[in-house]
């Protein structure tokens, strides 16, 4: 069993910073692709950033340069450093990893962004 636990949501005002951070624990050696996704109330979840194991990444248009991911392939975890913060960034925050066969979510964290 595979689990992904987010930690580092919270309540910022416009212009701060948060840092999320996903940990996988279970009975996998690594996985291909990690990232972050969020879903606000009323709309469909949308890609937030995605690294691969080898250290490529890519960006959601409205996170590119405000938003960094990364990760420890070692400690089976990734980050997502959320700097300039807009309210428009409020939403519930997935972590994500995948294999060529198997994907797993975690259970999200809330960042709520005040104007």
């Known amino acids: 069993q595979v689990q992904l636990v987010e930690s580092g949501g919270g309540l910022v005002q416009a212009g701060g910073s948060l840092r999320l951070s996903c940990a996988a624990s279970g009975r996998i050696f690594s996985f291909d692709i990690m990232g972050w996704y969020r879903q606000a109330p009323g709309k469909q979840r949308e890609l937030v950033a995605t690294?691969?194991?080898?250290?490529?990444?890519n960006y959601g248009d409205s996170v590119k340069g405000r938003f960094t991911i990364s990760r420890d392939n070692a400690k089976k975890m990734v980050y997502l450093q959320m700097n300039s913060l807009k309210p428009e960034d409020t939403a519930v925050y997935y972590c994500?990893?995948?294999?060529?066969?198997?994907?797993?979510w975690g259970q999200g964290t809330q960042v709520s962004v005040s104007s």
């Open positions: 994500n990893a995948r294999t060529v066969v198997v994907t797993f």
């Open positions: 690294i691969t194991s080898g250290g490529s990444t």
